[in-house]
């Protein structure tokens, strides 16, 4: 069974920093892209940040110069380090892998559960 696994959230006071791990595991081959998304209270999920197997990354421009991704493809990790935290970064962050594939079939998209991330001002 393939399922992605967050780890990491919890309650920082703002200026912090917090770091999120997402571990895919089941017998994977390889990920093609592996992020975060998040979504906060009366909001849509929107993107944070992602990085392709190659090691391209993306990240939203309300989070660039404070949040860090990175992964490492032998583990099927991502990582997300997040620096001066402000209140509103609190959400749910959610992992996302696209172009998952096993030895049996690749998935288009997978999410993880999801970890509650709060920021106290």
């Known amino acids: 069974q393939v399922q992605l696994v967050e780890s990491g959230g919890g309650l920082v006071q703002a200026g912090g920093s917090l770091r999120l791990s997402c571990l895919a595991s089941?017998?994977?081959?390889?990920?093609?892209?592996m992020g975060w998304y998040r979504q906060g209270l009366g909001k849509q999920r929107e993107l944070v940040a992602r990085m392709t197997r190659g090691g391209s990354s993306s990240a939203a421009d309300s989070v660039k110069g404070r949040f860090t991704v990175s992964r490492d493809n032998a583990k099927n990790t991502v990582y997300l380090q997040m620096n001066s935290l402000k209140p509103e970064d609190t959400a749910v962050y959610y992992c996302n892998a696209k172009g998952l594939t096993t030895a049996t079939m690749t998935f288009l998209e997978l999410w993880g559960q999801g970890t509650l991330v709060t920021v106290s001002s």
């Open positions: 089941g017998n994977i081959f390889s990920i093609n892209e």
